[in-house]
């Protein structure tokens, strides 16, 4: 995940727009039930590593999701992946950090969006930090305030009196190659990196609406699903 933009209120739905940024070709799933374990639990799923990006517990409302970061960008042999800390959040909301070893993780923001609060972690490879965030619209990215994101774009999205309008906002532009893009695509080494998956996410107690695309720079191709 490399954007994310929140909008909160106290005992109202929590409003997001999610941007996933990763390697083309990386399969994935698109938000679903995928984790036995935590059957009230929909989001994407990695199918390389089984994890998830973005994922909310239903009967809570309660929404995670995580950023790479730079500082620490390869783990330590046998670490954790990133892509469990979402569930874990959504399972044990603030005190998650009691239930994983985070020593040889690569570096992350994590962001846990609830009717009540909203609180992002920040780890950079040896110390966690955490902020809540006062109600209101905010944006956070994987490169932190360095990578311009929240200075090009975060007034408009604080402006849009709906959060209907958000994926036209982040489509506007298109893709580029671009650090402060909120669409990218990047090649590299010959590879490319690309926002391959675009969500907006409207959450409350016992509700889940969903509207997403795997081509989200073309309005026409996002489809809303509803969790009740």
Known sequence: ?????VRWAPHAPVLLLALRDELVGRPFDDPGRWWPEQPQAVGGRDQVAGGTWCVTDVPTGSTALVLNRPQ???AAQGAPSRGVLPLLAVRHGGGWPAHLELAGMASFA???ASPDAVTVWEFDGARLTSSPLPPG???VTSGGAEDGKVDRHLRDF???DTAELWPGLAARDGEQDDLSALLVRHRSDGSTWATVF???LKAQPGRLAISSSRTPAMAQTW???TWP
């Open 1 to 5: 995940m490399c954007t994310v933009v």
């Open 72 to 74: 620490r960008r390869v």
């Open 110 to 112: 994590l962001v846990l």
């Open 137 to 139: 619209t905010h944006m």
């Open 158 to 160: 604080v402006a849009a």
């Open 198 to 200: 675009g969500q907006l």
């Open 223 to 225: 489809e809303q699903r």
